[in-house]
């Protein structure tokens, strides 16, 4: 009896067909605001493939975001009914009426809907944010290079259950954020807020009037259910989204009448602190001399070298520079700090030189110079050291007054044979050591020069780029490439230095040919007129420079083990 049911069932159902009628679309609120999110839903009455809503015809009116797809099946007395739903998550681009046009699935067309979005600063809709960014970028007219801030701050007043905030976007530029995010209260026309702020360095390579695009902000939020019990109420999550305003941004080129580095900042100054304080100090004692370097408004990569020059009798010893970053009244302030050792050799009066680093002040638009003046510093003898002139010198006598010839005595040293049997067995045993190992087949040692002659990555992707005239991968391979060389350096003369800007480049080689190619490669995408870039200058500099590195390490003494 039961298999006859079952069987009943399954022809009834067999033969109940199934096909899609009537599509309808809507939306959760027909009055918006720019930049506010609205759900649009369309739904079908059937089974219908996820993939049959096409929302490109949106992208001209709206910010298109995440879709959701849902499919459910019901069954009452044996009638059965499927439904396929989509949620689209809208964002505004304009204020103004707006038409969502009508979409068709499978042959059925939904109806045109009609919105009004209202313009941010209009007060009829005020009251009816619950989630908003605003932006705030410290400066829109600056120079290529030149590093400002971008304040993000996320605004809601309704419970978030998830969401996530993505990172404002500007071609060709380099977009970092600083520090962790800052979670406050604020009270806007009367309506409490929670606030999470976010700040992000902007850098813009390239000169042009550009647009810096706004983070956007996806999420959910509880709102509370219709659907109620006796004993309990249900909470309902709905999908949201919402963009902050673009900033559009001036990026100013290079100034012509600048030639060498360039260091575009609001504030650039230079420090200096001797420890100990005094100006007078003595022979062979240490002086810390602490040089400190403040700019705002460029990054720690972009902070020059600082060097220092002392006059012969002083030796100078510095540490590894420390850097720093952080924000001060939204504005980026990087410092680089290094300390110097100051040894003297022998007592006497210096004079340091001056120190100075050329700037491009963004606030005055005018060529400065940051410089500590010269600096004289005495030297003092020090009785706890014997001059070395004085150490050398052999006693002497005194022949205008003789003294009383002392009584010689004689000393008798009794040899211990024992001892010189010892090292004559030793003596013996290190010739037959030597013996032994010079009769081995001499193999000369082929590392050093499989190490010298092995291509490095760095060296093959920068040589790709000159290939293809890709200026911007070509800067990026040069430090990579640099610093490469640096450390195969350090391991011949067990001397390292760090290499972190391009600057630093041209003092390390000391090659007037790389460093005339780096110049026009910087000229071609930084300089005042840009222009296309050919990588054959470059690639021959690198090339001579790897061939004569190949030829001194080819020039290895062959030696035998004794």
Same mark, same amino acid.
């Given at each position: 009896?039961?298999?006859?049911?079952?069987?009943?069932?399954?022809?009834?159902?067999?033969?109940?067909?199934?096909?899609?009628?009537? *599509?309808?679309?809507?939306?959760?609120?027909?009055?918006?605001?720019?930049?506010?999110?609205?759900?649009?839903?369309?739904?079908?009455?059937?089974?219908?493939?996820?993939?049959?809503?096409?929302?490109?015809?949106?992208?001209?009116?709206?910010? *298109?975001?995440?879709?959701?797809?849902?499919?459910?099946?019901?069954?009452?007395?044996?009638?059965?009914?499927?439904?396929?739903?989509?949620?689209? %998550?809208?964002?505004?681009?304009?204020?103004?009426?707006?038409?969502?046009?009508? =979409?068709?699935?499978?042959? =059925?067309?939904? @109806?045109?809907?009609?919105?009004?979005?209202?313009?941010?600063?209009?007060?009829?809709?005020?009251?009816?944010?619950?989630?908003?960014? /605003?932006?705030?970028?410290?400066?829109?007219?600056?120079?290529?290079?030149?590093?400002?801030?971008?304040?993000?701050?996320?605004?809601?007043?309704?419970?978030?259950?998830?969401?996530?905030?993505?990172?404002?976007?500007?071609?060709?530029?380099?977009?970092?954020?600083?520090?962790?995010?800052?979670?406050?209260?604020?009270?806007?026309?009367?309506?409490?807020?929670? %606030?999470?702020?976010?700040?992000?360095?902007?850098?813009?390579?390239?000169?042009?009037?550009?647009?810096?695009?706004?983070?956007?902000?996806?999420?959910?939020?509880?709102?509370?259910?219709?659907?109620?019990?006796? =004993?309990?109420?249900?909470?309902?999550?709905?999908?949201?989204?919402?963009?902050?305003?673009?900033?559009?941004?001036?990026?100013?080129?290079?100034?012509?009448? %600048?030639?060498?580095?360039?260091?575009?900042?609001?504030? =650039?100054?230079?420090?200096?602190?001797?420890?100990?304080?005094?100006?007078?100090?003595?022979?062979?004692?240490?002086? /810390?001399?602490?040089?400190?370097?403040?700019?705002?408004?460029?990054?720690?990569? @972009?902070?020059?070298?600082?060097?220092?020059?002392?006059?012969?009798?002083?030796?100078?010893?510095?540490?590894?520079?420390?850097?720093?970053?952080?924000?001060?009244?939204?504005?980026?302030?990087?410092?680089?700090? &290094?300390?110097?050792?100051?040894?003297?050799?022998?007592?006497?009066?210096?004079?340091?030189?001056?120190?100075?680093?050329?700037?491009?002040?963004?606030?005055?638009?005018?060529?400065?110079?940051?410089?500590?003046?010269?600096?004289?510093?005495?030297?003092?003898?020090?009785?706890?050291?014997?001059?070395?002139?004085?150490?050398?010198?052999?006693?002497?006598?005194?022949?205008?007054?003789?003294? /009383?010839?002392?009584? &010689?005595?004689?000393?008798?040293?009794?040899?211990?044979?024992?001892?010189?049997?010892?090292?004559?067995?030793?003596?013996?045993?290190?010739?037959?050591?030597?013996?032994?190992?010079?009769?081995?087949?001499?193999?000369?040692?082929?590392?050093?020069?499989?190490?010298? /002659?092995? %291509?490095?990555?760095?060296?093959?992707?920068?040589?790709?780029?000159?290939?293809?005239?890709?200026?911007?991968?070509?800067?990026?391979?040069?430090?990579?490439?640099?610093?490469?060389?640096?450390?195969?350096?350090?391991?011949?003369?067990?001397?390292?230095?760090?290499?972190?800007?391009?600057?630093?480049?041209?003092?390390?080689?000391?090659?007037?040919?790389?460093?005339?190619?780096?110049?026009?490669?910087?000229?071609?995408?930084?300089?005042?007129?840009?222009?296309?870039?050919?990588?054959?200058?470059?690639?021959?500099?690198?090339?001579?420079?790897?061939?004569?590195?190949?030829?001194?390490?080819?020039?290895?003494?062959?030696?035998?083990?004794?």
């Amino acid at each position: 009896m039961v298999k006859v049911i079952i069987s009943l069932l399954a022809i009834l159902l067999s033969c109940h067909s199934y096909a899609l009628t009537k *599509v309808s679309a809507s939306v959760d609120k027909s009055l918006t605001m720019a930049n506010e999110s609205i759900i649009l839903t369309i739904t079908a009455d059937d089974d219908v493939n996820a993939n049959a809503l096409d929302t490109s015809a949106l992208l001209t009116d709206f910010i *298109v975001g995440r879709t959701s797809v849902s499919s459910q099946t019901s069954m009452i007395n044996f009638d059965t009914t499927r439904t396929t739903t989509w949620n689209t %998550v809208l964002i505004p681009r304009s204020s103004g009426e707006l038409v969502i046009p009508a =979409f068709d699935i499978n042959g =059925f067309k939904t @109806q045109i809907i009609t919105i009004n979005s209202l313009a941010a600063n209009e007060s009829a809709t005020s009251n009816q944010q619950d989630l908003f960014i /605003t932006t705030q970028a410290s400066a829109t007219d600056l120079y290529v290079q030149q590093q400002i801030t971008l304040t993000v701050r996320l605004h809601f007043a309704a419970e978030l259950k998830r969401g996530s905030l993505s990172e404002p976007s500007l071609v060709s530029a380099n977009i970092l954020q600083i520090g962790k995010d800052q979670e406050s209260e604020s009270i806007i026309k009367g309506k409490r807020y929670r %606030v999470i702020e976010r700040v992000y360095a902007i850098s813009p390579q390239k000169s042009g009037d550009m647009i810096l695009k706004a983070p956007i902000f996806s999420g959910e939020i509880i709102i509370a259910s219709a659907r109620r019990s006796n =004993f309990l109420s249900f909470a309902d999550t709905k999908p949201v989204s919402v963009v902050g305003d673009d900033i559009a941004l001036t990026v100013n080129a290079i100034p012509a009448q %600048v030639s060498g580095l360039w260091l575009p900042s609001e504030l =650039f100054a230079l420090q200096q602190e001797f420890q100990p304080a005094p100006r007078k100090f003595k022979v062979g004692e240490p002086i /810390t001399r602490t040089i400190t370097l403040t700019a705002v408004g460029l990054s720690e990569e @972009q902070l020059p070298e600082i060097n220092m020059q002392v006059p012969q009798g002083l030796k100078v010893y510095p540490d590894q520079a420390k850097l720093h970053t952080g924000l001060n009244n939204e504005r980026l302030v990087s410092q680089k700090v &290094v300390n110097f050792a100051i040894v003297a050799s022998k007592a006497g009066e210096y004079q340091l030189p001056e120190i100075s680093i050329p700037w491009w002040n963004t606030v005055t638009n005018k060529a400065e110079i940051a410089t500590i003046a010269g600096q004289k510093i005495i030297i003092l003898p020090n009785a706890d050291i014997v001059p070395s002139t004085m150490q050398q010198q052999p006693p002497r006598m005194n022949l205008e007054n003789p003294t /009383t010839p002392k009584v &010689v005595e004689n000393v008798i040293i009794q040899q211990n044979s024992f001892l010189q049997w010892l090292f004559l067995a030793l003596w013996l045993l290190t010739l037959l050591a030597w013996y032994i190992t010079a009769k081995r087949p001499f193999k000369p040692k082929q590392a050093n020069s499989e190490t010298n /002659t092995k %291509v490095n990555n760095a060296h093959l992707a920068i040589l790709a780029a000159c290939k293809k005239n890709n200026g911007e991968l070509a800067l990026a391979c040069l430090l990579p490439w640099a610093r490469y060389q640096s450390q195969q350096q350090s391991l011949d003369n067990n001397q390292s230095q760090v290499l972190t800007t391009l600057d630093s480049l041209h003092d390390y080689f000391n090659d007037p040919a790389l460093s005339n190619a780096i110049i026009e490669l910087q000229q071609s995408y930084y300089g005042k007129n840009p222009s296309a870039w050919s990588g054959n200058k470059l690639s021959l500099a690198i090339q001579a420079l790897n061939k004569s590195k190949l030829s001194k390490s080819s020039e290895v003494d062959i030696s035998i083990n004794p």
